[in-house]
Each structure stands twice: as structure tokens, then as C-alpha cells.
């Protein structure tokens, strides 16, 4: 493909004057990167452009059938803000590849992506915030263009990456929440989207997130869609689990997220000396760790909030509280070890972080 365009704005927006009060995902930067597919050009004239709305067909393929793709990301301020880093991009990106080729969206160029993505972060570098937990989130996502109403694969598509500052997602510290087995909803099954990242995961999820807050929890904890024992996934997070000294988290087949910070937890807590294991859990397995005590923590974890324990665990009726209802050690020492990748505290030995820009 022919090289990256840049579209200049007129204008540049003012930037949040108190990032701590931005609410995730309200506030946009100036520039996005677009690039479209059609069956003659493939994908094609990928650019960077001012941050504008979209016109689209009312008749658009993605908003009556949902045919579309989506990741989540951050860059953040690096090494004392001397530098504009992302955090593991290619991983996200081939992550996004493998939604693309379940939903039988056309592969696109990943060089291509990857040099825009990089050029983006660098023209929007200050718009990178630079407080505790603070970050830029980076938001691609392609979605099918065909102004056609029958159902079928769209021959054509948009890709964009649109980018948000984003304050520290526990508003008030670290907090931990209470969490409740769904046994009625499920969020995908397998041989389903489970795996990919696409607007109806999350759309499943809507309905049974209500249910569980007008219970009084935060989150949802998914149960497998067939036989509805085996634990998948807490809200829009993997799960994992401290039992007995080992951490253990439901492994991949086909209905969880192959999340990429699930697989940075894995790989800092083997490179600590922690025994993993991926492997089906099932919700009465892990009550009869709780009754003999050897359920020591349990913990989200995505993009967003990084890290998220548990303190609470609500099955048929009963709370199970998990770490005394505080903060899990294990959980806080991992927040702090990926807190520090981000921005450089901790050295990256393991290859996560590109730099992409310079102050
Ligand atoms: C994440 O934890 O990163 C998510 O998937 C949530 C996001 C969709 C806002």
C-alpha cells in the first residue's frame, strides 16, 4: 500500500483542563486514522485525519446485522514523560486479525496499521495524560459498509483509530468489587463470537449487567453457555483466581477472550515462580476451594481497568467473600508490576512496550 496521508485540521480542541474528572471514553483527540475496503482496491488509502463524525448508509450492513471488529489499547507517557510508549500494539493488532477472520472480515495490512497507529500516537502524543493511572486509550475498530439490507459478508469496510484520554479507572484508589454468578444469561458459547472482539459480546452482556446491579453487584460472572458449570469471563475481563498458591484462569476454547492482559498476568506470574495453569473451572469447584480456605484471591483483568479483584462472590443467593473482602496481595502487586511496565517504573524485560514518540 502507497504511504500513510495526513489530512491537517483547521482547528486543534482544547485539551480536558482536569483529566481526573473525565469520564472513560467522553473526551476525543484531534486526529483519527481511516482506511477503507472495497473488492476492487482491497484495503486502500489509509490516512490521518481530523477527528469528524461519520455519514453512513441508513441501510448500513453493521448497524442491522453488527459485522464488525473492535480492540482496545493505551499509550502512555514513558520513562519520567521523555517518551510516548504503547503498550504490547502487534499483540492487540493480531488479536484484531483473528476477530477479522471470524467474522469473515477481509484481512487488512497489518504493517500498514502498525505504522499508522504509531504515526497517530506520535502526532497525538500531547494528548497523552500524565497523571497517576492516567492514559491515551486507543480505540480501532473496522465495520462493514454495504448499504444492503440481506444478510450476507459486506464487500465493503471502514477501519478506524479513534483515541481517547482516559483518567485512572478507580475514580477512588484501587477498589475492589462484588461480582455474581449468572446462571440464567450467558455471554457467548462456544463454537460462537466468544472469542472475538465484536459489538455482540457486549451487547449479550448489557441485559445481565443490569440484572446484577439492580442486585447490588458491580459485574457478572459468565458461566460456559452449554453446560452452564464452567466459569469464562467476570463483565468485560478475564478472570483468574489465586487457589492454594497457584494462579489459575479459565483456559481459551473458542468462547473466551484471548486477553491481552490475562496473557501479561500469565507471563509475570511465571517469571515471579507462580505455578499457572489454563484449564476448565467450574463454579462448584471453586466454592469447595472457598470452604476449605484455599481460595485465596480472585481478579479481573482488561485493558481498561488493568486489574480488578474481587471481594465478593455472589452464588445462589450467598456471598462469598473473598481475601476478607480487601484487596488481594498477589492482585495489588500485579497492578503495581504492569502500572510500572506502562510507564517505565518497572524495566520491560519482556518486550511489551514501543516507544513511538519523543517530548
Ligand atoms: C477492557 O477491559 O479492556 C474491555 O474490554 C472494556 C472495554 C470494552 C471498555
Known amino acids: 500500500m502507497s504511504e500513510i496521508r495526513f489530512v491537517k485540521a483547521d482547528k486543534l480542541k482544547d485539551k480536558p483542563a482536569d483529566m481526573s474528572k473525565v469520564k472513560f471514553g467522553t473526551v476525543f483527540t484531534d486526529y483519527m486514522f481511516e482506511m477503507e475496503y472495497d473488492e476492487k482496491n482491497g484495503w486502500h488509502d489509509a490516512r490521518i485525519t481530523p477527528y469528524k463524525d461519520l455519514a ?4 448500513n450492513a453493521t448497524l442491522h446485522y453488527g459485522q464488525a471488529v473492535f480492540e482496545g489499547m493505551k499509550a502512555y507517557r514513558y520513562n519520567d514523560g521523555k517518551q510516548a510508549a504503547i503498550f504490547r500494539p502487534m499483540t492487540h493488532l493480531e488479536r484484531m486479525e483473528n476477530s477479522c477472520k471470524i467474522l469473515d ?24 495524560p500524565d497523571g497517576p493511572g492516567q492514559s491515551l486509550y486507543i480505540r480501532p475498530v473496522i465495520f462493514a459498509t454495504d448499504p444492503y439490507l440481506g444478510v450476507s459478508v459486506s464487500s465493503m469496510y471502514t477501519m478506524l483509530i479513534i483515541l481517547s484520554p482516559v483518567a485512572a479507572y478507580y475514580a477512588n484508589g484501587f477498589a475492589p468489587v462484588k461480582i455474581m454468578v449468572e446462571d440464567k444469561y450467558v455471554r457467548a458459547v462456544r463454537g460462537g463470537l466468544g472469542e472475538a472482539k465484536t459489538p455482540a459480546n457486549y451487547a449479550a452482556s448489557l441485559h445481565a449487567g443490569m440484572v446484577a446491579h439492580e442486585k447490588g453487584y458491580d459485574q457478572t460472572l459468565w458461566l460456559d453457555g452449554v453446560e452452564r458449570k464452567y466459569i469464562e469471563e467476570v463483565g468485560s475481563m478475564n478472570i483468574l483466581f489465586k487457589i492454594d498458591g497457584k494462579i489459575v484462569t479459565p483456559m481459551l476454547d473458542g468462547s473466551i477472550l484471548n486477553g491481552v492482559t490475562r496473557r501479561t498476568v500469565l507471563a509475570i506470574a511465571k517469571e515471579w515462580g507462580y505455578e499457572t495453569e489454563e484449564r476448565r473451572i467450574s463454579v462448584d469447584e471453586l466454592k469447595q476451594y472457598y470452604e476449605s480456605g484455599k481460595l485465596e484471591e ?36 500485579m497492578y503495581d508490576e504492569i502500572d510500572g511496565l506502562h510507564t517505565g517504573k518497572v524495566k520491560d524485560t519482556y518486550g511489551f512496550i514501543e516507544i513511538v514518540g519523543e517530548y
Not at 453512513?56 to 441501510?59: E, K, Q, R
Open 298 to 333: 480472585v481478579f479481573g483483568s482488561g485493558t481498561a481497568a488493568v486489574i480488578s479483584p474481587v471481594s465478593t462472590l455472589g452464588y445462589k443467593g450467598h456471598d462469598m467473600t473473598i481475601s476478607g473482602g480487601k484487596i488481594g496481595e498477589f492482585a495489588q502487586k
Open 105 to 128: 472480515i477481509p484481512e487488512f495490512p497489518l504493517e500498514t496499521v502498525h505504522e499508522g497507529l504509531k504515526k497517530l500516537i506520535d502526532i497525538e502524543k500531547d494528548w497523552i
Open 56 to 59: 453512513v448508509s441508513p441501510a
